[in-house]
């Protein structure tokens, strides 16, 4: 049986430089007592540790209270409140030092607005450039590209022989859409190499074409040179996902400081640990953030953030039909946020929530959970074949389209699973339990004399 501390609802509620070392260093010894993997595995699935907060539209997973869950990862955090607290100067400093300035967003808007007038004088016909991604997320840092999506509904034209005897228009398909896609981008880079932007041009034709322009630019404002790499992209609908994923994401930082700072150091610490890189079957840098978000409403007793589209569905999107007509990124939440009176605000630092981050997602099974943000919670995956409850919110059947998916979370805005890309799950939660051991591991008596308690280099080179 785990040891639960008598006094940890207000040892989490306060703030951690306030629990004296007595207190955290005096408790009884844990027995030590080997859990079997399906004992570890029911901390996410036992319902009656769940806890529902409505004016914020979350219900947390039944880890943030089960005894295995967050309640033993508290126990590390408070016998090495002074190392956490180290860690987190570290982080937040790094951060700081990489995140994007302000000058450097206004050029890439600069430049995405130079791009417009050359495309639509070219094209002549009304057509809008977008950035999405991390430049206008909230979560960027310096130097990193900049996602930009032509917005052109229509612009690939019905031809005579995508008609039917009786006129009517028939579905491109998905690779004929491509197709064309990738003609009107060659179109495009032959002007904008005519334009002299001193950037180099490829077309690359991928799964999703696009234009890839990478070489160094200046900040008219104030001379700082920076390496520009820009991906244009082509969306001949109305409704670009990808700007209203920007938009709640960008949403979220503004809730709490320390969601930025938090995604920066598990996106770094991900591509290093082998997490995050789809090109080898992992998660892509977009799913991580959702796996962040998650962690933040879901699997600590009091969430540190709530359900955006929850309380905002006119002012986020909740679908392809149900959006805001205009999206500024620019603007804060309408109003503010309910406060959640029956619980003090939790006060854990960013490194202590990434060691809760790796102790989550270590012991999760998500090949039978599905994350889902847009609802708050964490639900069962269910299957076409499988009998259950449709109206019950703890279950979510898995999609046709994502049925032989190893990982299925539901997106926030559309239809595709975010973590189609993962093909492997359980090497991956291998990855997750190799950071935990890099924290674990100054508890052995032995192995505490050769590694001390990490710090940021360690963290981001455990996959070495």
């Known amino acids: 049986m785990i040891y639960l501390h008598p006094n940890f609802v207000s040892l989490y509620s306060c703030s951690i430089p306030s629990i004296s070392n007595k207190m955290a260093t005096s408790r009884p010894k844990k027995p030590d007592i080997p859990l079997t993997r399906r004992e570890i595995e029911n901390a996410h699935l036992n319902n009656s540790y769940r806890r529902e907060f409505p004016t914020w539209a ?228 977009y799913a991580v953030t959702i796996l962040v978000i998650h962690f933040l409403q879901c699997a600590l007793p009091r969430p540190i953030l709530p359900n955006l589209q929850g309380c905002y569905p006119w002012f986020f999107a909740m679908d392809e039909n149900n959006h805001p007509d205009r999206v500024d990124l620019e603007a804060d939440l309408p109003s503010p946020l309910e406060e959640l009176l029956d619980l003090p605000p939790c006060r854990l630092n960013v490194a202590e929530l990434f060691y809760i981050f790796v102790s989550y997602y270590s012991t999760i099974d998500l090949y039978h959970a599905v994350i889902r943000i847009k609802c708050g919670r964490i639900s069962v995956r269910k299957f076409p074949d499988d009998n259950y409850d449709i109206d019950d919110e703890n279950y979510r059947m898995t999609p046709r389209s994502a049925k032989n998916h190893e990982v299925y979370i539901e997106d926030p805005i559309d239809e595709h699973n975010p973590g189609r890309t993962v093909d492997d799950w359980e090497m991956v939660r291998n990855c997750f339990c190799d950071a935990l051991h890099v924290f674990n591991r100054v508890d052995d008596e032995e192995m505490s004399k050769i590694f001390p308690f990490p710090d940021l280099e360690d963290l981001t080179r455990t996959a070495d």
């Not at 508290?74 to 956490?84: D, P, Q, S, T, V």
């Not at 809008?128 to 032509?150: F, H, P, Q």
């Not at 229509?154 to 008609?163: A, C, E, M, Q, S």
């Not at 920007?246 to 991900?270: E, N, Q």
């Open 58 to 285: 979350v219900v947390t997973s039944p880890w943030a209270r089960h005894p295995l869950g967050f309640i033993k990862s508290m126990e590390y955090i408070l016998e090495h409140k002074k190392e956490f607290e180290a860690l987190d100067k570290e982080i937040r400093d790094h951060w700081e030092s990489i995140k994007q300035p302000e000058w450097e967003y206004r050029c890439k808007v600069a430049f995405k607005d130079k791009l417009e007038t050359i495309l639509i004088n070219f094209l002549k016909r009304p057509l809008k450039l977008v950035i999405t991604g991390s430049t206008v997320s909230g979560v960027g840092t310096a130097n990193s590209d900049a996602d930009i999506c032509m917005c052109a509904p229509n612009i690939i034209h019905p031809l005579r022989i995508d008609k039917g005897e009786d006129g009517s228009v028939l579905m491109l398909t998905k690779d004929e859409r491509r197709r064309r896609i990738g003609i009107l981008l060659r179109r495009c880079k032959k002007a904008l190499d005519d334009s002299n932007l001193g950037l180099k041009i490829t077309f690359v034709d991928a799964m999703i074409p696009l234009l890839k322009m990478v070489g160094e630019i200046k900040d008219e404002a104030t001379g700082n040179p920076f390496n520009m790499e820009v991906d244009l992209s082509v969306s001949n609908e109305v409704f670009i996902s990808g700007l209203h994923n920007s938009h709640l994401i960008r949403g979220y930082t503004r809730v709490d400081p320390r969601f930025a700072p938090l995604v920066t150091l598990v996106k770094k610490w991900s591509w290093m640990a082998g997490v995050r890189d789809p090109q080898k079957r992992r998660f892509n840098s």
